[in-house]
Nanobody, 124 residues
Framework: QLQLVESGGGLVQPGGSLRLSCAAS????????IGWFRQAPGQEREGVSC????????YYGGSVKGRFTISRDNANNTVYLQMNSLKPEDTAVYYC?????????????????WGRGTQVTVSS
């Protein structure tokens, strides 16, 4: 059974940090680009970051550039999203998703596999 499972969400104060993990089971991430998306209540799902499978190229949405870092550990079949300098507007459910090889960050419909999400709340 092909599965992606997110973890690492929680409640953090503004300016704090969290590291999200996306663990795959049932398939290897080596040949997949992994994207992180987020969705706040009443809003559309937004592309946050993506890392490709071929050369490890990374992409970031404008609102997180310089604060978030995506990385992958193929040996452990896991992708991470390090989130620093968090702001209240980063509050959302964060999802990871997989598609073959290359990133297409805003195009949610091109991603084949999705996790169930992890809640991130930034509040004092």
């Amino acid at each position: 059974q092909l599965q992606l499972v997110e973890s690492g969400g929680g409640l953090v104060q503004p300016g704090g940090s969290l590291r999200l993990s996306c663990a795959a089971s049932g398939f290897t991430l080596d040949y997949y680009a992994i994207g992180w998306f987020r969705q706040a209540p009443g809003q559309e799902r937004e592309g946050v970051s993506c890392i490709s499978s071929s050369d490890g190229s990374t992409y970031y949405g404008g609102s997180v550039k310089g604060r978030f870092t995506i990385s992958r550990d193929n040996a452990n079949n896991t992708v991470y999203l390090q989130m620093n300098s968090l702001k209240p507007e980063d509050t959302a459910v964060y999802y990871c998703a997989a598609k073959p090889h290359y990133c297409s960050l805003p195009k949610t419909y091109e991603y084949d596999y999705w996790g169930r999400g992890t809640q991130v709340t930034v509040s004092s």
